[in-house]
């Protein structure tokens, strides 16, 4: 079974602060998928990045970067000099390549951030 | 318009009445979902429409119907719910839904739904 643990309910941090958001997963799976949502107050989802299994590079984009790290099975996520708008809930997900279960988008319970002036 | 838009944003219904969600998606997307959101729980995958056809229903109670005339369209038809089903209803859609891949879904921004 896939599961995807985001221990963090709540973040609360001032404007310009460095923030990270862990995401940790468990999958049977030696080929998936992790994902990187944000919901804004306005409640759709908007897709941050993806990343592959097989690619244990980071990325950056902008203020925002992935620190994805196989060996203890985390993606975590960190923005840089937080703003306000950045204030929403992160949601982590997983899928698998497999058939079943393992084949559907696994989300985690989400990390509400709320960032202060 | 483009993206995916859900009707009515907000919906409050009482036990014994019938009522419907729509989610349109302009983006030619052939796969289109359902998910549940409710507080602090994670993301529930309802259904799934792959090419209008029904690929998941995932133990879902049967007063959830879905619709899914045509790719672009997908309906969820509520009938004598329960107080626990009020959430936010989420859909969404991605290219296709093929098993080996990993599509992005583009998520519309919900019906908040509560049921007296």
């Known amino acids: 079974a896939q599961k995807v643990t985001q221990a963090q309910t709540e973040i609360s941090v001032v404007e310009k602060e460095d923030v990270t958001l862990d995401c940790v997963y468990e999958?049977?799976?030696?080929?998936?998928?992790l994902f990187w949502y944000k919901q804004p107050p306005s409640g759709e989802l908007v897709f941050l990045i993806r990343?592959?299994?097989?690619?244990?590079q980071n990325e950056i984009s902008g203020r925002y970067s992935w620190n994805f790290q196989k060996s203890t099975s985390s993606f975590n996520f960190t923005i840089t000099a937080s703003q306000v708008v950045d204030s929403a809930v992160y949601f982590c997900?997983?899928?698998?390549?497999?058939?079943?279960?393992?084949?559907?988008?696994?989300f985690g319970t989400g990390t509400r951030l709320q960032v202060t002036l | 318009e483009t993206g995916v838009t859900q009707t009515p944003r907000h919906l409050v219904m009482g036990m014994t009445n019938k009522k419907s969600l729509k989610c349109e998606q302009h983006?030619?997307?052939?796969?289109m979902y359902w998910y549940k959101q409710s507080a602090k729980k994670p993301l529930e995958l309802m259904f799934v429409?792959?090419?209008?056809?029904?690929?998941e229903n995932n133990s879902v109670p049967s007063r959830f119907s879905p619709e899914c005339p045509n790719s672009s369209h997908l309906f969820l038809h509520l009938h004598t719910l329960q107080p626990e089903d009020s959430a936010l209803y989420l859909c969404?859609?991605?290219?296709?839904?093929?098993?080996?891949?990993?599509?992005?879904?583009?998520f519309g921004a919900g019906s908040r739904l509560t049921v007296l």
């Open positions: 969404a859609s991605s290219q296709d839904h093929q098993l080996s891949g990993a599509n992005v879904l583009t």
């Open positions: 999958t049977r799976d030696t080929t998936y998928y």
């Open positions: 990343r592959n299994s097989f690619d244990e």
């Open positions: 997900a997983l899928k698998g390549i497999g058939s079943g279960t393992a084949s559907k988008l696994t």
């Open positions: 983006l030619g997307h052939n796969a």
């Open positions: 429409y792959n090419f209008k056809e029904q690929t």
